[in-house]
Every structure is written in C-alpha cells, then in structure tokens.
C-alpha cells in the first residue's frame, strides 16, 4: 500500500493518472476557487496572493507550534482541518492568478518525487 493509502482505490477501478495515482484527485477545485474569487471580485496582484499563502502557512506552523508545545511533545501534533484549506485555497488563488494548472503542477511534482528518497528516509526535494 502506498503512503497515501491510494492502493485501494486502484483496486477499485479508477483511474490511474501519474504514477499510479488517481485519476479522481485532479485539482478540480481550482475552477471552484477562481469562481468564488470572481464571484466575490477579490482580485489581488500575485505578490499578494503569495503573501496570503505564505500567512495560511503561517497559521499552520502557530498551531504546531502551540500543540506540540513548541516541539516539546511531537505526539501532540494537531493542525485543524479549515487551516489546511485555507491554505490550499490560497495556493490554488496564486495558481489561478499565475494561470497554472494546479493539476498539472501536481502531476509534475509526483512524477519527480516519485520512487525518490533522501538518506533520511524522506522525500528528496527534488530540486
């Protein structure tokens, strides 16, 4: 089974895409986050929008931070489901103001960490 836990769904019929990930987990969400930003009229030059991922980001890293007792516990780990989709809807944002294809940028960075890893057991960062 693979660390996202994807080999069932293959087994189950769908689609494969890059590397034998779903076809199903396509950025489709990101026609749905330019939507809600034309719809809302929130038009932001990119800097911007990456200064709204890079706080989302920051959200994050505070809830760390705060839940592990600043790296004190580890097993205390606990990061809020609406933090992380605040910070991939601004991902998704700058990706839409950039005209990049989440999905594509996606499929790119799974084909160059695939079968990838660092001395540390981790993912190489593929630079």
Do not use: W
């Amino acid at each position: 089974m693979s660390s996202f836990g994807l080999t069932d769904e293959k087994q189950r019929g769908h689609k494969a895409d890059v590397g034998g990930y779903p076809h199903a987990l396509e950025m489709k969400r990101q026609q749905q986050v330019a939507d809600v930003l034309r719809d809302s009229d929130i038009d932001t030059p990119p800097a911007y929008r990456l200064l709204d991922v890079v706080a989302e980001l920051g959200d994050i890293a505070a809830q760390v931070n705060e839940t592990t007792g600043y790296g004190t516990d580890l097993t205390a780990l606990s990061i809020r489901e609406d933090e992380l989709g605040d910070a991939l809807f601004a991902l998704l944002a700058l990706c839409e103001q950039l005209d990049v294809d989440a999905d594509a940028a996606l499929s790119s960075a799974l084909a160059k960490y695939e079968g990838q890893s660092g001395t540390s057991g981790t993912p190489a960062n593929g630079d």
